[in-house]
């Protein structure tokens, strides 16, 4: 005997046996197809060899629900526990899915289904009279409450030190501490001052967390904390700070990926990550293109930055030009003033680079390329426009970054693509990729922003999908890894 | 029950009933505290044979020492204590070690890297000098001074917290000890055309 999940190449043998089951009431084959085939839908079967047995769950996103669709089991294969054989897994799957409750309906004369609802702990919450036409026969409505675990998840990969707290797919604190102004004398990210901060907020940012969700330590169900990849000072403070945490209550500890958290934080918007997704992840440390099959299981580095990250290079830009750290927000808003009127180069797009590197990104020309202009116009003593050079950099980099996600996004097949890091704050960025995503007929995401910039919840949030999907926890021997590839979800 | 923290050199941990040391637990690596933190916490409280939720106060070392390795015990000893709402009592890892020579007129030095040394002076079981971060030469000028090497470790972390604690002392600047400033200077920008 088999379970194996359904697809439209099961309609078939389905329907034959929905139609033995259900005379009465079939569903047509065509509502059966759209529902194996629905991408919120989960349908499982079990065979021996032939289909003795089904039953489906639709999960609409975002509504922290579940629905019993259908189950049915062939006449001569009953009395065996098929029934609740399948009722579990797809429990277990709507768990799995974030949903905080299970609804379903059943015949109120159903005596045998209805004891299995009961002893998997549904109650009857209502019925609906004369719900079964044309028998005229009423329907209970069932509901299963199920408990979603509370993660709390901490980051401390670079200048921000966030504690989120998550239950299954639904946000319930985000604190952060950051120490951005700090480094903004040294004009960029100064590991050694990183760190000290993080040990300094580490208690006020979890007592912030705490109160915001109105929970104590002891309501937590399981700490994971950011391992990698970031700064090796920095890390090391949040994950010591996890494992007193995990110790103090003994939780288990999830020791989990900062970039894939980046991916993750898009089940707080709407319950759940929607893939395959390509992810273009750009921040201050990070400029990397992902392709995303499975949020646990399968991501995949297509390119990263060979040299400057994008928020590097608005740090050096800003330099040049002037402005303070950090200089994303201070060139956005002098290039809303300016025009492009100077075309900068774009790392790694002529042919002979896009052979080698098509995925790839390089900003350390393009920063030269402004410093060189700007200091030929100083030098000459010319006027020039600030404003201008800021739009026609910030253009060089949109472009650029968009060109190789939208790339990928065809090249892979995926109409879907994720944004996420610091630099999503860049309203230039924001709208191009709107305007690019719509004439590709490709879906654009882009979680709220303090879901976008490092934070604790996104990490709790990753956390809480290794929980739910069934993961053991972490051991208590793993270390920072300041280079962590995204491949590796979790550490043991 | 004390919970002692102290990862200023390799990375320990010791539980005290009282006075008395129930458990004691030792990882000389040098670097590898973020990975040990957490078995020498869970390994010390089995040895000890108590759970987290029978500790009632916790003390760290708050340095001097490499700050690196130093934070990571001290972000753990801060959580931990945070998470049961427990006291905690942070030391001076040189008056840790100092207090185990009783009332001897020593000098504590330990490794501050650079080739430089975290120094302070001890007479009749007070401090005289320092913390300071001193070059080794200039350690000739303390004359009289027994020489003790500063290797500190939570074992003595707890028995000075113990003594403190009852004696009155504050411990309560929860905050690292650091002597020097983070190692770099603003960037004025470099010209990229010659």
């Given amino acids: 005997m088999q379970f194996l999940e359904l697809g439209k190449e099961h309609l078939t043998t389905v329907m034959d046996l929905e139609q033995k089951l259900f005379p009465e009431d079939a569903w047509s084959a065509t509502s059966m197809a759209s529902e194996l085939d629905a991408s919120h839908t989960y349908y499982l079967g079990v065979f021996d060899p032939e289909l003795i047995g089904y039953a489906g769950l639709s999960t609409s996103a975002g509504s922290f629900s579940s629905d019993i669709q259908t189950i049915g089991i062939a006449l001569e294969s009953r009395g065996q526990g098929l029934g609740r054989k399948l009722m579990q897994q797809l429990i277990a799957k709507a768990r799995e899915l974030g949903s905080e409750q299970l609804m379903l309906e059943v015949r109120a004369d159903n005596q045998a289904a209805i004891s299995l609802y009961l002893d998997l702990g549904f109650v009857q919450i209502?019925?609906?009279?004369?719900?079964?036409?044309?028998?005229?026969?009423?329907?209970?409505?069932?509901?299963?409450?199920?408990?979603?675990?509370?993660?709390?998840?901490?980051?401390?990969?670079?200048?921000?030190?966030?504690?989120?707290?998550?239950?299954?797919?639904?946000?319930?604190?985000?604190?952060?501490?950051?120490?951005?102004?700090?480094?903004?004398?040294?004009?960029?990210?100064?590991?050694?001052?990183?760190?000290?901060?993080?040990?300094?907020?580490?208690?006020?940012?979890?007592?912030?967390?705490?109160?915001?969700?109105?929970?104590?330590?002891?309501?937590?169900d399981a700490i994971a904390v950011a391992n990698g990849p970031g700064l090796a000072g920095a890390l090391m403070v949040g994950i010591g700070a996890a494992k007193g945490l995990a110790l103090a209550h003994n939780k288990p500890l999830y020791a989990v990926n900062h970039l894939v958290g980046h991916v993750g934080a898009d089940v707080?918007?709407?319950?759940?990550?929607?893939?395959?997704?390509?992810?273009?992840?750009?921040?201050?440390?990070?400029?990397?293109?992902?392709?995303?099959?499975?949020?646990?299981?399968?991501?995949?580095?297509?390119?990263?930055?060979?040299?400057?990250?994008?928020?590097?290079?608005?740090?050096?830009?800003?330099?040049?030009?002037?402005?303070?750290?950090?200089?994303?927000?201070?060139?956005?808003?002098?290039?809303?003033?300016?025009?492009?009127?100077?075309?900068?180069?774009?790392?790694?797009?002529?042919?002979?680079?896009?052979?080698?590197?098509?995925?790839?990104?390089?900003?350390?020309?393009?920063?030269?390329?402004?410093?060189?202009?700007?200091?030929?116009?100083?030098?000459?003593?010319?006027?020039?426009?600030?404003?201008?050079?800021?739009?026609?950099?910030?253009?060089?980099?949109?472009d650029v970054l968009l060109t190789k996600a939208i790339n990928a996004c065809k090249d892979f097949g995926v109409n879907r693509l994720l944004l996420g890091g610091g630099v999503v704050a860049n309203a230039r960025l924001r709208e191009e990729a709107q305007k690019r995503c719509d004439a590709n007929g490709i879906e654009l995401r882009i979680p709220r922003f303090q879901l976008c910039t490092d934070n604790g919840a996104m990490i709790a949030a990753l956390g809480s999908q290794l929980v739910m999907a069934g993961r053991q926890p972490s051991g208590l021997g793993f270390g920072s890894e300041s280079t962590l590839e995204v491949t590796q979800v979790q550490t043991p | 029950m004390l919970l002692a923290i102290d990862t200023s050199a390799g990375t320990s941990t010791a539980v005290f009933d009282g006075e008395k040391l129930l458990g004691f637990v030792e990882y000389e690596d040098p670097f590898g505290h973020a990975e040990n933190i957490g078995n020498a916490i869970a390994e010390v409280l089995a040895k000890a044979g108590i759970s987290a939720g029978e500790v009632t106060a916790v003390a760290i070392g708050r340095g001097p020492a490499p700050y690196t390795g130093l934070r990571v015990g001290m972000a753990a000893g801060t959580s931990f204590a945070t998470a049961l709402g427990l006291p905690m009592y942070s030391v001076m890892n040189l008056d840790a070690v100092a207090f185990a020579h009783g009332k001897a007129k020593i000098l504590v030095s330990s490794d501050a890297k650079r080739k430089e040394l975290f120094v302070a002076t001890y007479e009749s079981g007070e401090r005289i000098f320092g913390p300071a971060v001193l070059k080794p030469e200039e350690l000739s000028k303390f004359e009289g001074f027994e020489q003790v090497d500063g290797k500190c470790n939570a074992e003595l972390i707890g028995r000075y917290s113990l003594w403190a604690e009852a004696s009155g002392v504050d411990l309560s600047d929860s905050s690292a000890l650091y002597l020097r400033s983070p190692d770099v200077a603003p960037s004025a920008g470099k010209r990229v055309t010659g």
């Fill in chain 1, 126 to 220: 209502d019925v609906r009279k004369r719900y079964y036409q044309p028998a005229g026969v009423d329907a209970l409505i069932m509901r299963l409450p199920i408990k979603q675990p509370i993660v709390l998840g901490i980051e401390s990969t670079c200048d921000e030190t966030g504690v989120g707290i998550v239950q299954g797919n639904r946000l319930l604190a985000n604190a952060l501490h950051s120490s951005m102004d700090e480094h903004s004398k040294y004009g960029g990210v100064v590991p050694e001052v990183a760190a000290r901060a993080h040990l300094e907020a580490i208690r006020p940012t979890l007592e912030k967390a705490l109160a915001e969700a109105k929970l104590s330590m002891s309501d937590i």
């Fill in chain 1, 268 to 398: 707080l918007e709407r319950g759940a990550v929607e893939l395959p997704t390509i992810a273009l992840l750009v921040s201050g440390g990070h400029t990397s293109l992902l392709l995303v099959r499975h949020l646990l299981n399968d991501v995949e580095l297509l390119g990263e930055t060979i040299d400057d990250a994008a928020g590097e290079a608005f740090d050096k830009v800003a330099r040049v030009l002037g402005l303070p750290y950090p200089g994303g927000p201070q060139i956005d808003r002098l290039a809303a003033d300016g025009e492009v009127t100077i075309r900068f180069p774009r790392g790694l797009t002529l042919p002979k680079d896009m052979e080698k590197h098509r995925y790839d990104f390089s900003f350390s020309g393009l920063k030269t390329a402004v410093a060189r202009h700007v200091e030929k116009a100083q030098d000459a003593g010319e006027d020039f426009s600030k404003a201008d050079v800021a739009a026609s950099f910030r253009e060089a980099v949109v």
